[in-house]
């Protein structure tokens, strides 16, 4: 009896661990494919390096040399990325090289601003004062430039020539920009125009017609602005939104006689941009008299009273001396003196002179810009489709009555006016339309949704085989390759066990235990191996389906021949 019991204790309180877990064989099973997996992943982990960020694009060599420099000093790794167009370090040491090169003032770029006068020395001479800040002037400009979205990186030349006391000698300024665009990138006309006004309002007496902009393939894109006979873009838009909104107006009167599609218009409108202003002053004569305003008068009158000098003929009679005055009693005669001698008689002269308000008229006219000089308009009406026959659409023909009522509203609409010569053509003619050729309808199993349906479904499907395979003929074989004998030596065991002393119960014991540990790792090593070629065969079905599927077929001929 006490043999019995000590087999039985000696299995369960006294057995080591061991030799409980080969009681449960999938327990190791269990423990070791975690186990694997954890070092997997571990290993995997080791030897990722760490997660790589940008640090700068698109360097200068001389940048690229001095940040590469800098990043070995302070001890960074770094690497470059495929296409050696980024300088790469760890992510997490992005910021802190960020700052680090930005104390030492790297990447300096490949323009200076403004920055450049603060380290003027004492004594600079005004040449090397001048050259400098054209320089700054130049980087700055580049720089605003930079910030447009299409544009990588630009460079601007400035001509500023010297400048002279006369002014028969006086040159203006001029200006280059070179203009590299990103990859896939383009700029449009505004861009450019903004760009030149920008450099133009930068430089003193620069004008925008002295400035050229061409890009990295030495396209010259500020020829846009010069093609277009001194029109801005804002005046080509402004006269292609009139003209558009002519047209629609034009389709949205005639839209509810003739139906939707069946009318097309366009309108060609002459702008007139120039600014114009008359000033007219006119002047009229007083046509009624007496009712004219006196702006001055002015009257001088002077007068000469007359003298007793002698007169009429030479002679002894005229040649008198002056008699002794009298007071007569009766005034004498004019002309006449005593003794018969005439006397010359007083002179009056009296002068008027009158300004008069005359009428003026001052007119100031300014007309704006944007004027419409002329208008051509051209409308096409198709035929009105009517039931005719079997059922059949027939298209007729607009009546004149229904053309001039069509004109009409065409004409008031575009508001029509002979004096400013507009002109408006009314054609009604069929549309043509296009043949519609009836495609062949395909059979459902060359439809291109139910071919990836197939597919996507076959793909599927071989999996699901793939994996029914596996479990049949590998898993369920093995596992009762593992479990059959750690069951038979239990079996072959016990008995020996409970019939032998304790000292050879320890032994066979023993025995048992390296049989069944030999066996466990035998078993590991299995499960491993096969482990691996489970991962293989997942890899292989996942990249290449098609030979899988082959390849089960040749088994199954195989099998059945």
């Known amino acids: 009896m006490n043999a019995a019991v000590g087999p039985e204790a000696a299995m369960g309180a006294g057995a080591p661990l061991l030799a409980q877990w080969r009681a449960k064989p999938l327990l190791p099973l269990m423990i070791g494919a975690s186990a694997a997996v954890a070092l997997v992943a571990a290993l995997l982990l080791w030897n990722r390096g760490p997660d790589y960020g940008v640090l700068y694009s698109n360097l200068s060599d001389r940048d ?16 470059f990325s495929e296409g050696g167009g980024a300088l790469l370090v760890a992510a997490n040491k992005v910021p802190e090289a960020r700052l680090r090169l930005a104390a030492q003032g790297l990447p300096k770029g490949g323009s200076v601003g403004f920055e450049l006068m603060d380290n003027q020395k004492f004594g600079t001479s005004q040449f090397a004062e001048q050259v400098n800040y054209q320089r700054a002037l130049e980087g700055e400009l580049a720089r605003s430039i930079n910030a447009i979205a299409a544009v990588d990186s630009a460079r601007v030349h400035l001509a500023m020539p010297k400048p002279s006391l006369f002014v028969r000698d006086q040159k203006k300024p ?93 309108v060609a409108a002459e702008v ?35 003298n007793a000098l002698p007169g009429g003929v030479p002679g002894a009679l005229s040649n008198q001396p002056p008699v002794n005055p009298v007071a007569p009693i009766f005034a004498p005669a004019a ?66 009555a229904e053309l001039e009522q069509i004109r009409n509203l065409v004409k008031e609409t575009m508001g029509f006016s002979a004096e400013r010569g507009d002109s408006l053509n009314v054609v009604n003619s069929p549309f043509a339309s296009e043949a519609v050729v009836a495609s062949p309808e395909l059979p459902i199993w060359r439809q291109p949704d139910n071919i990836a349906l197939a597919k996507t479904g076959g793909q599927y499907l071989l999996l699901g085989l793939l994996g029914l395979y596996l479990w049949l003929a590998v898993l369920r074989p093995l596992l009762r390759k593992h479990l059959q004998p750690v069951q038979g030596a239990l079996a072959s065991a016990l008995p020996g066990l409970v019939s032998a002393s304790p000292d050879q119960a320890d032994g066979m014991a023993a025995q048992a235990q390296a049989q069944a540990q030999a066996q466990a790792e035998s078993r590991v090593r299995d499960e491993l191996r096969h482990q691996e070629n489970v991962k293989y065969l997942h890899e292989v079905a996942a990249k290449d389906p098609h030979t899988v599927a082959m390849l089960m077929k040749h088994w199954m001929e195989e099998k059945n021949g």
């Open 64 to 79: 690229g040399g001095a940040i590469i420099a800098s990043l070995q000093q302070m001890n960074i790794p770094y690497k």
């Open 335 to 400: 002309n006449a003196q005593p003794g018969g001698v005439s006397v010359n008689p007083g002179n009056t002269r009296k002068d008027g002179t009158t300004n008069y308000e005359l009428d003026r008229t001052i007119r100031h006219v300014q007309q704006g810009a944007g004027g419409i000089k002329r208008l051509s308009v051209a409308v096409v009406v198709n035929y009105r489709s009517s039931p005719g026959a079997a059922g059949k659409v027939v298209a007729q023909a607009l009546t004149a």
């Open 272 to 306: 007139d941009f120039s600014v114009v202003e008359n000033t007219d002053e006119k002047y009229r004569p007083n046509q009624e008299p007496g009712s004219a305003a006196i702006r001055s008068q002015q009257v001088s009158e002077s007068s000469q009273p007359g």
């Open 174 to 266: 001029s200006a280059s920009v070179v203009l590299t665009l990103h990859q896939g990138r383009s700029i449009d006309d505004s861009q450019i125009s903004a760009i030149v006004h920008l450099v133009s309002s930068s430089v003193p007496e620069l004008s925008a017609k002295s400035i050229t902009v061409i890009d990295q393939a030495g396209n010259l894109l500020s020829a846009a602005n010069a093609g277009m006979r001194g029109l801005d873009l804002s005046q080509v838009k402004y006269a292609q939104e009139i003209e558009q909104g002519y047209i629609r107006r034009i389709e949205a009167i005639l839209l509810p006689i003739v139906g939707a599609n069946n009318v097309h218009a366009q």
